[in-house]
């Protein structure tokens, strides 16, 4: 999931999420894609971190391992998701 902000004139901030399908609640609770839920948290995430464009998840890093530049920002409880998420900012490719 790629979800674009732009905050301010000339700084466009991304985020990059991997996630899975659940169900949430009984049998008339449609599906919800996690990656959607995460996109959504590590967007407001960005505002502790106003130096760093784009945020990417454990998860994602773990796809790519030697291919990305990270600094790491830590564990996060982000509402609506039961796990900390660890949280890195990209800082380019290799």
């Given at each position: 999931m790629l979800a674009p902000r732009t905050?301010?004139?000339?700084?466009?901030?991304?985020?990059?999420?991997?996630?899975?399908?659940?169900?949430?609640?009984?049998?008339?609770?449609?599906?919800?894609?996690?990656?959607?839920?995460?996109?959504s948290r590590l967007e407001r995430l960005t505002r502790q971190f106003p130096d760093t464009s784009i945020l990417i998840s454990r998860a994602l890093l773990e796809l790519l391992p030697d291919r990305l530049e990270v600094v790491p920002l830590g564990f996060h409880q982000l509402k609506g998701l039961p796990d900390p998420v660890e949280v890195y900012g990209l800082l380019g490719l290799r």
């Amino acid at each position: 999931m790629l979800a674009p902000r732009t905050k301010k004139p000339g700084r466009i901030q991304v985020l990059l999420a991997k996630g899975r399908s659940f169900r949430l609640g009984g049998d008339a609770v449609a599906r919800h894609d996690v990656s959607v839920i995460l996109a959504s948290r590590l967007e407001r995430l960005t505002r502790q971190f106003p130096d760093t464009s784009i945020l990417i998840s454990r998860a994602l890093l773990e796809l790519l391992p030697d291919r990305l530049e990270v600094v790491p920002l830590g564990f996060h409880q982000l509402k609506g998701l039961p796990d900390p998420v660890e949280v890195y900012g990209l800082l380019g490719l290799r």
